[in-house]
């Protein structure tokens, strides 16, 4: 991996930032935050058309399911659903909730099942992102995937203007942002500060989502970009003001939709919303 991988124990420190914000996730992502919410209504879109009964069969891996939000919605429409995390109390609060029926604490570089035993698997809210060794991970979801099985996530963009205001900010190294920018390569380390502790969070180029699907053996079917327009307006400020920042980021919406599935404007989102598919043997 290019960029700033500080730390050999990101596992621990992952699970213990989503353990300390299970209670509240919901809240916060989706009742507090419009950024947020913009992006959970684009995933459930490409969620309903793949998962209301048509293409995808019966078992499917809620990859990072955290507090069980998609794993209701499998169960509810009859799948049976595998949720794995890595925050323990995020888990707990999904079966407290009575979200997950079969839940599994792991990790997802080292996935405990065995070869093709799912139909799909969906990992949404930017797993992949907090996974270092992303590649392993990648590996792992074929391995456990049937053939011809969907793997369906969102990742966030390297290059797009959001990553240029953070690079400028000191949120994201503006040497690893302009190597992206440059050679197609998103491996750079991200770090949010958690009790003096540093998180890692990844980003990704499109030309590295390519070639990592293709290399363990998925073909894309498609990816729709989210916040493309809207992605003017820095994170910082759109992810948790209201007043003119959410009524100028609303009616940057409007032209999202129609930007977010066509080239070149999707390239230049901030998160890309990928279906892909495994190759059959």
């Given at each position: 991996?290019?960029?700033?991988?500080?730390?050999s124990?990101?596992?621990?420190?992952?699970?213990?930032?989503?353990?300390?914000?299970?209670?509240?996730?919901?809240?916060?992502y989706?009742?507090?935050?419009?950024?947020?919410?913009?992006?959970?209504?684009?995933?459930?879109?490409?969620?309903?058309?793949?998962?209301?009964?048509?293409?995808?069969?019966?078992?499917?891996?809620?990859?990072?399911?955290?507090?069980?939000?998609?794993?209701?919605l499998?169960?509810e429409?009859?799948?049976?659903?595998?949720?794995?995390?890595?925050?323990?109390?995020?888990?707990?609060?999904?079966?407290?909730s009575?979200?997950?029926?079969?839940?599994?604490?792991?990790d997802?570089?080292?996935?405990?099942?065995?070869?093709?035993?799912?139909?799909?698997?969906?990992?949404?809210?930017?797993?992949?992102?907090?996974?270092?060794?992303?590649?392993?991970?990648?590996?792992?979801?074929?391995?456990?995937?049937?053939?011809?099985?969907?793997?369906?996530?969102?990742?966030?963009?390297?290059?797009?203007?959001?990553?240029?205001?953070?690079s400028?900010?000191?949120?994201?190294?503006?040497?690893?942002?302009?190597?992206?920018?440059?050679?197609?390569?998103?491996?750079?380390?991200?770090?949010?500060?958690h009790?003096?502790?540093?998180i890692?969070?990844?980003?990704f180029?499109?030309?590295?989502?390519?070639?990592?699907?293709?290399?363990?053996?998925?073909r894309?079917?498609s990816?729709?970009?989210?916040?493309?327009?809207?992605?003017?307006?820095?994170?910082?400020l759109?992810?948790?003001?209201?007043?003119?920042?959410?009524?100028?980021?609303?009616?940057?919406?409007?032209?999202?939709?129609?930007?977010?599935?066509?080239?070149?404007?999707?390239?230049?989102?901030?998160?890309?919303?990928?279906?892909?598919?495994?190759?059959?043997?």
């Open positions: 991996m290019e960029g700033d991988d500080q730390s124990n990101y596992e621990t420190y992952v699970s213990n930032v989503y353990d300390e914000m299970a209670s509240n996730y919901e809240r916060i989706l009742k507090l935050s419009q950024y947020y919410r913009h992006v959970y209504s684009e995933l459930y879109a490409v969620f309903r058309d793949y998962f209301n009964g048509v293409k995808i069969r019966s078992k499917i891996l809620d990859l990072g399911s955290g507090t069980g939000i998609w794993t209701r499998l169960r429409r009859g799948y049976h659903v595998v949720s794995l995390d890595i925050s323990h109390a995020s888990l707990n609060k999904c079966v407290r009575r979200r997950c029926s079969d839940p599994v604490q792991g997802a570089v080292k996935l405990p099942f065995r070869d093709g035993y799912f139909d799909a698997v969906v990992a949404y809210g930017s797993v992949f992102n907090h996974i270092v060794k992303t590649e392993d991970a990648f590996r792992e979801v074929s391995r456990v995937l049937s053939g011809g099985g969907y793997l369906i996530f969102d990742v966030d963009n390297l290059v797009c203007p959001d990553m240029a205001y953070e400028l900010l000191g949120g994201v190294p503006i040497r690893g942002f302009l190597k992206g920018l440059i050679s197609g390569n998103g491996h750079v380390g991200y770090w949010y500060n009790d003096h502790e540093n890692p969070f990844r980003f180029t499109i030309k590295e989502i390519r070639n990592i699907l293709s290399n363990y053996g998925f894309l079917i990816l729709r970009g989210i916040h493309v327009l809207s992605n003017v307006i820095p994170s910082r759109h992810q948790w003001n209201n007043g003119i920042t959410s009524s100028l980021a609303s009616l940057l919406y409007l032209f999202d939709d129609t930007l977010g599935r066509h080239a070149p404007f999707k390239y230049m989102a901030t998160t890309f919303l990928v279906v892909s598919r495994k190759n059959n043997a």
